[in-house]
C-alpha cells in the first residue's frame, strides 16, 4: 500500500494543455462558407456585332465561418439562363481571415448572343420583373492549420431572382460544398 507518486504542477499543467489542444482541433471541424449575392450593377454595353454584351459587377459577400484563414486560386463563375450559358464572373485570387466576411467585386460579361436565343423569354421575365439565374463555381485553395496547409475545395451552386429592370436581387438560394484534403500540400 505504500506506493508513491510522483506528481508536479509542470505534468499537470502540459497534460491540460494537450487536452485542450486536442479538444480545440476536434471541436474545430471545417464548416462551409456562405455566399450571398449582394448587388449587381451594370457597367457597360460591349458591342459584339449585331449584339450587345453586357458588363456587371456582381457584389458577392462571402463568409469563412472558419478558426483558420484561407488562401485561394483564381477561378471563374458560370452563369446561366434557362439552362443555357448566358455568361461569367472572374474570382481572382485572394485571402480570407478566420471567421471572417468580406466583400468581393466580381466583373462578370453576359453574352448577347445567348440572351438573343432567348429574347422572348428575357422580355416575358422583363415584364414580369423576375429573372431566375443559376451559377456555380469551384473554389480551390489551402487553409493553414498550424504549420501545415491543407488543400480544400468549396462548390458552390446559386439560384438567383433578380429584377431584370432595376438589376435588384429579389431572393436567392445558395449551397456550398467543401472537401478538404486532410494530407499537407
Known amino acids: ?9 509542470s505534468s499537470a499543467i502540459i497534460g491540460a494543455a494537450s487536452a485542450l489542444a486536442t479538444t480545440a482541433l476536434i471541436s474545430s471541424k471545417p464548416k462551409d462558407p456562405t455566399f450571398d449575392v449582394v448587388s449587381i450593377k451594370l457597367t457597360s454595353f460591349k458591342l459584339n456585332f449585331p449584339l450587345l454584351d453586357a458588363e456587371l459587377i456582381l457584389t458577392v459577400q462571402v463568409t469563412n465561418p472558419n478558426v483558420v484563414p484561407i488562401q485561394y486560386s483564381s477561378t471563374t463563375m458560370s452563369i446561366f439562363y434557362k439552362g443555357a450559358l448566358l455568361g461569367s464572373a472572374d474570382v481572382e485570387a485572394g485571402s480570407q481571415p478566420a ?41 480551390a485553395g489551402t487553409a493553414r492549420v498550424l504549420w501545415w496547409d491543407h488543400k480544400f475545395k468549396v462548390h458552390v451552386d446559386s439560384h438567383i431572382t433578380v429584377d431584370p429592370v432595376f438589376l435588384e436581387v429579389i431572393d436567392q438560394e445558395n449551397k456550398s460544398k467543401m472537401d478538404i484534403s486532410l494530407t499537407g500540400v
Open 1 to 9: 500500500m505504500g506506493i508513491k507518486l510522483d506528481w508536479s504542477w
Open 99 to 139: 471567421k471572417s466576411s468580406q466583400l468581393l467585386q466580381l466583373p462578370a460579361r453576359l453574352d448577347g448572343l445567348q440572351l438573343a436565343h432567348h429574347a422572348a423569354s428575357f422580355i416575358a421575365d422583363a415584364a414580369r420583373r423576375e429573372m431566375v439565374l443559376d451559377a456555380a463555381v469551384d473554389i
